[in-house]
Nanobody
Framework: QVQLVESGGGLVQTGGSLRLSCAASGSIFSINSMGWYRQAPGKQRELVAGITSGGTTNYADSVRGRFTISRDNAKNTVYLQMNSLKPEDTAVYYC???????????????WGQGTQVTVSS
């Protein structure tokens, strides 16, 4: 069994900051990439930021320069530091991991339960 548990969401004013965390646990052999997605009401889920096991990062244009993704491979944890938050950043943020379980011979995608981020104007 594999679990991704997110934390750190909440309510913040425009211009504020939040830090999201996502810890993966369970029967994990290796984790390839980890990332954060978000879904606002009435919109499709979109990639916010991703990071490979080697530390290569990518960001959505809308958050580049404001958000920073990082990863602690020893703890199987990924972080998203969000600065200069805007009302349009309001969404449910989901953690994703592409990983291989000990019992599998292939990489699979796993999702966290989501954490709400609300930015008030």
């Amino acid at each position: 069994q594999v679990q991704l548990v997110e934390s750190g969401g909440g309510l913040v004013q425009t211009g504020g900051s939040l830090r999201l965390s996502c810890a993966a646990s369970g029967s994990i052999f290796s984790i390839n990439s980890m990332g954060w997605y978000r879904q606002a009401p009435g919109k499709q889920r979109e990639l916010v930021a991703g990071i490979t096991s080697g530390g290569t990062t990518n960001y959505a244009d809308s958050v580049r320069g404001r958000f920073t993704i990082s990863r602690d491979n020893a703890k199987n944890t990924v972080y998203l530091q969000m600065n200069s938050l805007k009302p349009e950043d309001t969404a449910v943020y989901y953690c994703n991991a592409l990983l291989k379980k000990y019992s599998d011979s292939y990489v699979r995608s796993f999702w966290g339960q989501g954490t709400q981020v609300t930015v008030s104007s």
